[in-house]
């Protein structure tokens, strides 16, 4: 299997695992959840158009996919920090919702809510009971993995 294809496969894996985890196992995305998604569906797309152009455009959209992919893993990161309380989300949508100034009324209090209930982004979500390794913090370790793999092959592939 070429690498562009390989990282491609790869890196949709990743948003798709965690839409389904959604599906089957009930767990709530919060925002920085769904942030970490974006750059592995461009990488994604960048792994794509590698595979189908040749020669340094290819190592360059390798390289990029790889880019790409640890954008998300330092977003991870930065939501395991938020997760263990080691600093607050720069995010005002992963706080818990509060009741507002006192002087509100509970319409104003029932308008200003969301739709539906945002997850706080410091609440950690386990896929493994048991196992103390967050959802986030399984990305960041998926985002530095794949991550490097894309820039070795965007090595080898110059190499060539």
């Known amino acids: 299997m070429p690498y562009a294809l390989l990282i ?18 009930g767990l709530a995305p919060c925002i920085l959840c769904l ?4 750059p592995y569906r461009i990488a994604a797309v960048l792994a794509a158009l590698g595979v189908v152009l040749p020669g340094r455009l290819r190592v360059a959209l390798v390289a ?11 977003i991870a990161a930065l939501h395991v920090g938020v ?5 607050p989300s720069p995010l005002p949508g992963c706080a818990a919702p509060t009741a507002g100034p006192a002087t509100q009324s509970i319409d104003d209090m029932m308008r200003s809510l969301a739709v ?7 609440e950690p979500t ?4 048991g196992l103390p390794v967050s959802m986030a913090a399984m990305n960041l370790l998926y985002a530095l993995g794949l991550g490097g793999l894309a820039l070795v092959f965007a090595r080898r592939l110059a190499r060539r």
């Open 8 to 25: 491609a496969v790869l890196a949709i894996a990743a948003p798709l695992f965690a839409q389904a985890s959604e599906s089957w196992w």
């Open 35 to 38: 942030w970490q998604r974006w």
């Open 64 to 74: 990029l996919s790889g880019v790409s992919i640890l954008v998300s893993g330092a």
């Open 83 to 87: 997760e263990q309380h080691w600093w």
């Open 116 to 122: 539906a209930p945002a997850k706080p982004c410091d």
């Open 126 to 129: 386990y896929l493994i009971p």
